[in-house]
């Protein structure tokens, strides 16, 4: 009869905090009694458990077993509880102090099957994380999940993978070597379905999402079926720079925390495009229990794409503008808040009107529904897209020997934002993308030249553009500027950025 404890985490919105597990074996009727807030799915664990250790061969007590888990206020909930709960009860009737010096030094994490084998979970970056900020010096995990793991630094935290619940107790006895994850093989070609140059007839739509792709700008695309909207919006992650080691680690643990299956790491933007019947929930985050991250987190790192945009209800679409501006949503609770991160780029497709009508003399329309359509994006979110542009069906051909590859604008795009980085970097600033900086800086600190700047205050005087249109507009002619290679925006440049923002169309440069 022994007393032994283990390690292992509970998942709070994206974060994981440390759980001990404690398992007390002792006098009394047989069976096995869990404690500690948990929820159904770690009390159903009591079964699973003592059938994977009796499959195992590695005996099950048969005494009363009492598992303790702490903090007690800290609501539990999850199958990767499994092995470190079935890990404490084989320490327990060791009795070894030795080993339950080594248990109690170790995090697991995994689902057991009836036979002892070990399945997926989910958050396993998380609870990297947190052994990390608790000096856990090692985290056990499933096999499954190593492609995940090998993002994590093994000079932090020592992560080794098993396939079995024999396994890791064969490593705890000392018996068996468990080996740390191998480095993952990122394979570009299996992240895009398509490349820029398959868009026919829309130079201009492609040149605007190239310009969105530079800043980090958030557009709308406006035209009729067929023109090419939807093509641009899914070959828009193919211009995109490769993700660097944070920014990968951060877009995978969401990924991982989605409860999704197995999460492979994340090395290019991720692309989130949800239906255009998306709730609330599922759109910013939330659901009943243990709040999850909405599509707005999925994309965080990566872009969002709401297709079909017209059918989505206003207040859902107006739940977005929190997210743009602070690039984190918050999922209130009665007793408690979580935040997810959503610094995502947002672009939007939608037809003209309902009939979608190239021009406005073939649209079949009546003038109050046509006025009407659109009407679900507010003037406030309408305000914070950086881009709004139009395509066009007439005037297509059936190839474009001219059009250019996703290879090669995503260098030009690379190219300027390195500029960007560079520039705002040798100023103390931490800001990635030209659409990320905020407005007071550029007005006071980052202004276009004289010319340029005398013009946007004539059209604030006159009420053509708002205060967050005149920092939409110096945005937008400084991303114009880095891909020009110039060294401060222009007239020029600032009549081009003002022209990105009318919904009668778009110029050509």
Sequence with gaps: ???????????????????TVEVKIGSGLPGIHIVGLADTSISEARERVRTAIQHSTLGWPRSKITISLSPASLRKTGAHYDLSLAMGVLAAATSDPELSYRCASTMFLGELGLDGRLKPVPGVLSALMAARDEKIPTVIIPRANASEATLFSQDEVTVLVADSLSEVWGWAIGQVGLLPPSSPEFRKAQRFSGDMKDVVGQSSLIKAAEVAAAGGHHMLMIGPPGSGKSMIAARFPSILPELDSVQRIQ??????????????????????????????????????????????SLAHHGV???????EIP???????????????????RARHEVTFPARF????????????ADKPHQCRCLAHIRR?????????????????VRSHSTGQSLFDRAAESSAAIAERVAEARDRAAHRWA?????????????????????????????????YLARGTISQRGVNRNLRLAWTLCD???????????????????????????
């Design 314 to 332: 206003a207040p859902i679409l107006d739940g977005l503008r929190t997210a743009i501006e602070d690039g984190e949503v918050t999922v209130m």
């Design 1 to 19: 009869m022994g007393l032994a404890s283990t390690r292992t985490v509970s998942f709070y919105g994206v974060s994981a905090h440390l759980v």
């Design 251 to 296: 877009a995978t643990a969401i990924h991982s925390l989605s409860g999704l299956g197995v999460v492979e790491p994340l090395s290019h933007a991720p692309f989130i495009a949800p239906h255009h019947s998306v709730s609330r929930a599922a759109l910013l985050g939330g659901g009943s229990g243990n709040p999850h991250p909405g599509a707005v």
């Design 304 to 310: 969002l794409f709401l297709d079909e945009v017209s």
């Design 372 to 388: 009407r359509y659109l009407s679900n994006i507010s003037g406030p979110l309408r305000d914070r897209l950086d881009i709004i």
């Design 483 to 509: 891909l020009a290679g110039a060294r401060q925006p222009t007239m020029d440049h600032m009549e081009k950025a003002m022209a990105f923002h009318h919904d009668n169309g778009y110029e050509e440069f």
């Design 426 to 458: 040798s100023r103390g600033l931490a800001v990635r993308v030209n659409a990320h900086l905020s407005g007071h800086l550029l007005r006071r600190h980052f202004p276009a030249d004289e010319a340029a700047m005398a013009m946007l205050e004539a």
């Design 345 to 356: 780029q947002l672009l939007m497709a939608a037809n003209p009107c309902r009939c979608g």
